[in-house]
Every structure is written in C-alpha cells, then in structure tokens.
Antibody, heavy 115, light 106 residues
C-alpha cells in the first residue's frame, strides 16, 4: 500500500533552516507529484508547493517563494522540503502528500521555531 | 488570489444528514476535493473530482459541485465522523484549501 514516511520532529532557532524528508513506498515514486502542506497549531491547511519527482520541476506557493526549496532523490524514493530564514510563525506540522488529489499523506513532521 | 470559503462549524445529530459548503468564484468549473482530519491525525481524502469516493470511504460520504458552491454531504452521520473538513481546488497551478469546517456530532 502507498506509504509516505516523514522525518522526525525538529527544533530550530529563528533565522535557521530546516529540511524535512518524505520517503515513499508502495508505488512508483516518479509517477505522482509530491505536495507539501503545513498546519500551524490550531489552524487550517496551507499549501506550500509541489514537486514532480520525475523531472524535478517545482511550483511554489507565492507565500513561500524565495524561502522554500523542494528536491527529490529518485534513487531512494524520497522528497525533501527545505524552508529557510525560519520565523516563530513557521512553527507548524509539515505534511507531504501524493498526487493531484493528495490521496495519501505522511504522518506529519512538527517543526518548532523558538529562541 | 483564489479563495475558498467554508463555515467555521456545523452541528448535526447522530443519524441525521450533515452538509458542509465550500464557496468560490466559479468553483463549479473546477474539480473539488474534500479531506477529513480527526484530532491529532493527518488529513484523509474522502471525496475527489467533486463526487468520487476513494476506496475505503463509506458510501454515506457524497459530494456535489455547481455554480459557486461545492457541498460535502454526510448521510446518517455517525459519532466517528466528528472531525475537521477541508475543501480543496486548483487555481491554475496552485492548490487552494478552504479554511476548514469543524463538524460536531451531538
């Protein structure tokens, strides 16, 4: 079955960067987009962008342009999301999700930004 | 930028029908998805392409989309359906989520 396994929780200081991984299994990794979505505490879902694992092509939400980088390593079926210049309001659970309908989601990675 | 609007909360009695709306400009011209998120869990896709159910999603979940409004309908609502629900659509190459609706079953 499709599974997306994300890396563990992170604690970062303001101004630092964080890189979250998302390892896919149970399907052909290069066949479906991977999206990144975040959810601040008590808030709704916010789309950050997507990557085409086949070509490496990306599309980022305007709110994150210049701060987010999405990459992938097809040899290990893993997608990455790096967010730089972290602020306290970047504290959130970060999810990866598969395909145009976001039909499978990772378990989420809590990123805490605190001095 | 494109916006999707949902009511913050909806209440329903067990066994009754719950309807959650999602409004956006000419939303009926786009495909809409719906996600269920229970407390402390990752979202789960319950409706895609306006009205299709992924495998494993109960038949009591249905969807429609016309004009400016998409609707998620839960027939015979059960206590286990209590959750946050988010609509989602594509605006050009961007994914847009609604603000979410908290469904309370009481």
């Amino acid at each position: 079955q499709v599974q997306l396994l994300q890396s563990g929780p992170e604690v970062k200081k303001p101004g630092a960067s964080v890189k979250v991984s998302c390892k896919a299994s149970g399907y052909t990794f290069t066949g479906n987009y991977i999206h990144w979505v975040r959810q601040a505490p008590g808030q709704g879902l916010e789309w950050m962008g997507r990557i085409n694992p086949n070509s490496g092509g990306t599309h980022y939400a305007q709110n994150f342009q210049g701060r987010v980088t999405m990459t992938r390593d097809t040899s290990i079926s893993t997608a990455y999301m790096e967010l730089s210049r972290l602020r306290s309001d970047d504290t959130a659970v970060y999810y990866c999700a598969r395909d145009n309908e976001l039909d499978s989601w990772g378990q989420g990675t809590l990123v805490t930004v605190s001095s | 930028s494109y916006e999707l609007t949902q009511p913050p909360s909806v209440s329903v009695s067990p066994g009754q029908t719950a309807s959650i709306t999602c409004s956006g400009d000419k939303l009926g011209d786009k495909y809409t998805c719906w996600y269920q998120q229970k407390a402390g869990q990752s979202p789960v896709l319950v409706i895609y392409q306006d009205r299709k159910r992924p495998s494993g999603i109960p038949e009591r979940f249905s969807g429609s989309n016309s004009g400016n409004t998409a609707t998620l309908t839960i027939s015979g609502t059960q206590a286990m359906d209590e959750a946050d629900y988010y609509c989602q659509a594509w605006d050009s190459s961007y994914v847009v989520f609604g603000g979410g609706t908290k469904l309370t079953v009481l």
